[in-house]
C-alpha cells in the first residue's frame, strides 16, 4: 500500500534555531501534499497544501515566512520551522494525495508524525 | 464553514463490548465521510469512507452508515479488542477540497 515517511520522529532544538522535516512519499508519487499541526488532545489543524512545483497554500493564520514549505519533488516535501519558539512545539504530520498506481486517489496518505520540543 | 463534531472522550470499555462514537457534520453541498484511527506512535490511517448518502463503510469489524437525514456519520463495532486501543477521527472533505477533522475521541479497552 502507499506509505509516507517523516524525518525525523522527534526533534529537539533550542529556540531560535531552525528545524527541516521531511516528508516522502515512499511508493507512489504526491502531486498534492498537506502539512498538519495536532496539538494535545485536540485535532489536527491543516496549515498549508503544497503541489509539487508550486508555491504553498497556507491556511489562515499560518505565517508563511515562519513555516516554509518546498515540494521540490513528487516524492519529497518539506516543513522548515524558522526561529523556532516553544509555542511551536507540537506533533506536525504530513500527508499526501494517493496518485497513479497508489492506492487510491481519493484517499489520504498520512506519515507518522514528528514531535518537535524548542526548549 | 464546514466542521465536524464528534463524541468527546476518552472512552474506556472492555473487551468484547460493544462500540459507538457518534460524529455529526455541519456542511454545505454533499461532502465525502471519513474515519481515521491513530495508533499509538503511528501516523493517522484510513478507517473506512463512506461517498455518498446512505452508503456504509466497513472495515476491521468497524461500521459506519452516512446519514444525511441526521447529518451523522456514527462509528459501530460489535466487540472491540485490546487491539482497537487508539485515538479516533471522523472527517468530511468536499470534492477535491482538504479534510476537516474532528477533535478526535481516545478509546482505550482493558482486558
Known amino acids: 500500500g502507499a506509505v509516507v515517511s517523516q524525518h525525523p520522529s522527534r526533534v529537539i532544538c533550542k529556540s531560535g534555531t531552525s528545524v527541516k522535516i521531511e516528508c516522502r512519499s515512499l511508493?507512489?508519487?504526491?502531486?498534492?501534499m498537506f502539512w498538519y499541526r495536532q496539538f494535545p488532545k485536540q485535532s489536527l489543524m491543516l496549515m498549508a497544501t503544497s503541489n509539487e512545483g508550486s508555491k504553498a497554500t497556507y491556511e489562515q493564520g499560518v505565517e508563511k515566512d515562519k513555516f516554509l514549505i518546498n515540494h521540490a519533488s513528487l516524492t519529497l516535501s518539506t516543513l522548515t520551522v524558522t526561529s523556532a519558539h516553544p509555542e511551536d512545539s507540537s506533533f506536525y504530520i504530513c500527508?499526501?494525495?494517493?496518485?497513479?498506481?497508489?492506492?487510491?486517489?481519493?484517499?489520504?496518505?498520512f506519515g507518522p508524525g514528528t514531535r518537535l520540543t524548542v526548549l | 464553514g464546514d466542521s465536524v463534531t464528534q463524541m468527546e472522550g476518552p472512552v474506556t470499555l472492555s473487551e468484547e463490548a460493544f462500540l459507538t462514537i457518534n460524529c455529526t457534520y455541519t456542511?454545505?453541498?454533499?461532502?465525502?465521510l471519513f474515519w481515521y484511527v491513530q495508533y499509538p506512535g503511528e501516523g493517522l490511517q484510513l478507517l473506512l469512507k463512506?461517498?455518498?448518502?446512505?452508503d456504509k463503510g466497513s472495515n476491521k469489524g468497524f461500521e459506519a452508515t452516512y446519514r444525511k437525514e441526521t447529518t451523522s456519520f456514527h462509528l459501530e463495532k460489535g466487540s472491540v479488542q485490546v487491539s482497537d486501543s487508539a485515538v479516533y477521527f471522523c472527517?468530511?472533505?468536499?470534492?477535491?477540497?482538504?479534510?476537516?477533522f474532528g477533535q478526535g475521541t481516545r478509546l482505550t479497552i482493558n482486558p
Open positions: 472527517a468530511l472533505r468536499q470534492g477535491a477540497q482538504k479534510l476537516v
Open positions: 456542511a454545505t453541498g454533499y461532502p465525502s
Open positions: 511508493d507512489f508519487q504526491a502531486t498534492t
Open positions: 500527508s499526501a494525495n494517493g496518485a497513479s498506481g497508489a492506492g487510491s486517489t481519493d484517499t489520504q496518505y
Open positions: 463512506a461517498t455518498k448518502a446512505d
